[in-house]
């Protein structure tokens, strides 16, 4: 049983229909025994994107209403996600990380939790999957030996397997 971890890249697909939604939604819906998990950050950045596309137009106030109201019932409020919380020892951990990956700061902050989490993982690094649209960071995370999709490059027909 693997942790399906979400980064706001993939979630985001979630909550605005574009390439990889469909995925995204049959991860969703096959998830079955596998636990989700995303962090406050990944959150909040789901929301930011969630604005910019509203700001920009490719969504009316009405979307977004629903949009955010499904993002708060099944990311903060929902039986099905965790929130995993990254500690300020893993954000000054994260500068290696950003130096090795070339990541910003918020993808080596979650890369640095998943690796800290991962140890405590029966299974270690192959019971976390990093579900991301973010090229760096999937390569990162597969460098560091971490589970990847990518909901833009995965057939929705391929999920289940």
Excluded: Q
């Excluded at 049983?1 to 939604?25: I, P, Q």
């Excluded at 991860?27 to 950050?41: D, E, K, Q, R």
């Excluded at 789901?46 to 009316?60: E, V």
């Excluded at 499904?70 to 130096?99: H, K, Q, R, Y």
């Amino acid at each position: 049983m693997a942790l399906l971890f979400w980064d706001a890249s993939a979630l985001a697909k979630r909550y605005f229909t574009e390439v990889g939604t469909t995925t995204v939604n049959a991860l969703f819906a096959n998830a079955g025994s596998h636990p989700m998990a995303t962090t406050p950050w990944s959150f909040a950045e789901t929301y930011s994107i969630l604005l910019r596309k509203l700001n920009s137009g490719a969504i009316d106030r009405p979307m977004f209403a629903t949009a955010i109201s499904a993002l708060d019932a099944e990311v903060v409020s929902g039986p099905d996600f965790g929130l995993l919380s990254i500690s300020d020892a893993m954000v000054f951990a994260s500068t290696g990380i950003m130096w090795l990956h070339n990541l910003n700061a918020t993808d080596a902050a979650i890369l640095a939790l998943l690796l800290e989490y991962t140890l405590t993982l029966p299974t270690g690094r192959s019971g976390c999957v990093v579900i991301a649209a973010d090229r760096r960071l999937l390569r990162a995370a597969d460098t560091e030996g971490l589970k990847t999709i990518d909901p833009e490059a995965l057939a929705a027909a391929s999920v289940p397997a």
